[in-house]
């Protein structure tokens, strides 16, 4: 059998969980101050660190503080009262940053075979 690799050298680990934090940022936008909310900043927060994990485990630090902030901003133990055109504007811009970050976070891909 032949040594050659296919497909892809690297994996997107943070992709899938960083487009689907940006729907539910953007759909928290829609729900703000309904009784959905918190848990959908519940959900924001765990996604926010799943996607931290990632960059940590793919040796991107740099995303590691972004998405640290983000969990703490939309968690839901100690929820900060944030409201209005900013908070509304915080969503998109932390749904824009979780699609970069799961566009651009990406690990070399451990090749199992033998």
């Given at each position: 059998m032949s040594s050659d690799r296919y497909g892809p050298t690297f994996q997107r680990n943070a992709l899938a969980p960083g487009i689907l934090l940006a729907i539910l940022l953007v759909v928290a936008t829609l729900l703000l101050g309904s009784e959905w909310y918190g848990t959908l900043r519940f959900v924001i927060a765990v996604l926010a660190i799943i996607i931290g994990w990632f960059a940590l485990q793919a040796r991107h630090w740099w995303w590691v503080p972004v998405f640290?902030?983000?969990?703490?901003?939309?968690?839901?133990?100690?929820?900060?009262?944030?409201?209005?055109?900013?908070?509304?504007?915080?969503?998109?811009a932390a749904a824009l940053l979780s699609l970069v970050a799961g566009v651009l976070i990406k690990s070399p891909r451990v090749d199992d075979r033998r």
């Open positions: 640290a902030a983000i969990a703490i901003a939309w968690n839901p133990v100690l929820p900060f009262d944030f409201a209005g055109q900013g908070w509304a504007l915080a969503h998109m």
